[in-house]
């Protein structure tokens, strides 16, 4: 049972460095409520794993440096495969070479339209699905629609200086589902893009970050449109 225990502090510390790119020990106490003493005896193991890397920095005031953890390739190699086990990438695949399969059949313009289709009827469900809330009571609702298909979701509200830019949400997705097939067909992350734009008709959605691009997540930025807001 300590086992099963400390292996999940483990991953809830991976996968909090994921998220947040950095911490430091008593920052992961904090947000995982454990002991500092037991913390840094989880550190320990995942350094010695090569799963996370450390720096120094300086502590404000006459206070000691502080040991700043973030996620090595491997951890983060290591964080993504699990994530790919635990969702079951193995769809991908099957999903890739069919795809390709489609391609030699019927063309490519084909398959592009055969994708376009399918992210028409994907934004038709998760609006029958997301209800008629407030913004960010779907924008919540369809976090929760991409967890359960795979994806690593959440989001979070965005601060606004002007009043007038009204509701503003950070939509991150920081393990993709289907990354494998947007290797092969980097399309589907286009129709992505439209499909939540179609999902948020009073929106706009704008990309912040990109698996493909080499990023470490996808991220998209959901803003009620000021027109919305006049009527």
């Not at 376009?116 to 029958?128: F, P, T």
């Not at 920081?174 to 286009?190: L, M, Q, T």
Request: with cysteine; glycine share 6%.
């Amino acid at each position: 049972m300590a086992t099963t225990h400390q292996s999940s502090t483990k991953q809830d510390i991976l996968e909090y460095l994921l998220k947040h790119s950095q911490a430091t020990a008593f920052e992961l106490a904090e947000i995982l409520d454990i002991s500092p003493q037991a913390i840094r005896r989880h550190l320990k193991d995942l350094e010695a794993e090569e799963l996370i890397l450390y720096s120094t920095a300086m502590q404000a005031g006459m206070g000691r440096p502080q040991h700043v953890y973030q996620l090595s390739s491997l951890g983060r190699h290591r964080l993504h495969r699990t994530a790919s086990e635990r969702f079951g990438d193995g769809y991908g695949d099957f999903a890739v070479s069919l795809l390709d399969t489609l391609a030699e059949t019927v063309g490519h313009d084909q398959v592009k339209s055969i994708l376009q289709k399918q992210w028409e009827r994907k934004a038709q469900e998760y609006r029958d699905r997301l209800g008629k809330g407030s913004l960010q009571e779907r924008v919540a609702n369809l976090v929760e629609l991409r967890k359960a298909e795979g994806f690593m979701a959440e989001c979070h509200p965005v601060d606004s200086h002007d009043s007038s830019d009204g509701d503003r949400f950070i939509l991150m997705e920081h393990h993709c589902a289907i990354s494998n097939v947007a290797e092969s067909f980097p399309s589907i992350c286009g129709h992505e893009l439209e499909m939540f734009a179609a999902v948020l008709p009073d929106c706009t959605v704008e990309r912040t970050h990109w698996i493909i691009d080499g990023e470490h997540r996808c991220g998209y930025l959901v803003q009620a449109r000021k027109q919305q807001l006049q009527e």
